[in-house]
Nanobody, 121 residues
Framework: QVQLVESGGGLVQAGGSLRLSCAASGSSISIRDMDWYRQAPGKQRELVAAITSGGSTNYADSVKGRFTISRDNAKNTVYLQMNSLKPEDTAVYYC???????????????WGQGTQVTVSS
């Protein structure tokens, strides 16, 4: 069974930093794209950053220059380094991964449980 487990959220003052991690587990799998989304209260879930299996990255305009997405393919883990945090970055952050199962050669999307990031002013 494939699982995504996130860690690293918390409370930080504006201008501070946090690092989120998301580890995928399962057998006979290959991790494709990995993304971070966030959802603030009363708002739709939005894409924050994405990284392909080859390492190409993409960011939302609101986080460019402040957030960095990276991955360790050997550990099936994706990271989100968040610097210069602002109160408007407050949200639940979700990891998403496109994972190929070698059992049936189907790629499926999986979500982590979410981790709360709160930035105080």
């Amino acid at each position: 069974q494939v699982q995504l487990v996130e860690s690293g959220g918390g409370l930080v003052q504006a201008g501070g930093s946090l690092r989120l991690s998301c580890a995928a587990s399962g057998s006979s799998i290959s991790i494709r794209d990995m993304d971070w989304y966030r959802q603030a209260p009363g708002k739709q879930r939005e894409l924050v950053a994405a990284i392909t299996s080859g390492g190409s990255t993409n960011y939302a305009d609101s986080v460019k220059g402040r957030f960095t997405i990276s991955r360790d393919n050997a550990k099936n883990t994706v990271y989100l380094q968040m610097n210069s945090l602002k109160p408007e970055d407050t949200a639940v952050y979700y990891c998403n991964a496109q994972i190929l199962s070698y059992r049936d050669y189907v790629t499926r999307a999986y979500w982590g449980q979410g981790t709360q990031v709160t930035v105080s002013s």
